[in-house]
C-alpha cells in the first residue's frame, strides 16, 4: 500500500457518509458477505464500502502506474534515439576507465 493509498483509506475512514450506493447480487454473494462481516467485526455496509473502496484505489493505481510506465519508456526510448553530448564528467570517467583497461 502506498502513502497516497494509505492516506486516501484514512481519509475514507473518517470522511461523513452521506451518499447511497445501491446494487443487487446474488444470494450466494451476499451470504458470502455477510459472514466475511462478521467475521471481521464490521457491518455489511462498513465491510462492502471498505472492499470496493480499497479496490478501487488499486484500480486507479494500477493504471496510474502503467501510464507513468509508458511515459518513461518515452522518454527512455527518445534519450536512446537521440543521445546527449557526453559532458566533461562522462568524458574523464571514459578515460579514467581507458586508463585502468590499458
Known sequence: MTALTKLDSET???AQK?????FRVSQEVK???????EITGRSLSDFI?????NAA????EGVERMRLADEDRA????????????NAALKSAAAWY?????
Open 57 to 60: 484505489l488499486q484500480a486507479i
Open 12 to 14: 475514507h475512514k473518517r
Open 31 to 37: 451470504h458470502t458477505l455477510v459472514r466475511a462481516a
Open 75 to 86: 522518454v527512455f526510448m527518445a534519450a536512446l534515439a537521440n543521445p546527449p553530448e557526453p
Open 49 to 53: 464500502a471498505d472492499s470496493a473502496f
Open 18 to 22: 452521506k451518499e447511497r450506493v445501491n
Open 98 to 102: 581507458k586508463e585502468l583497461a590499458e
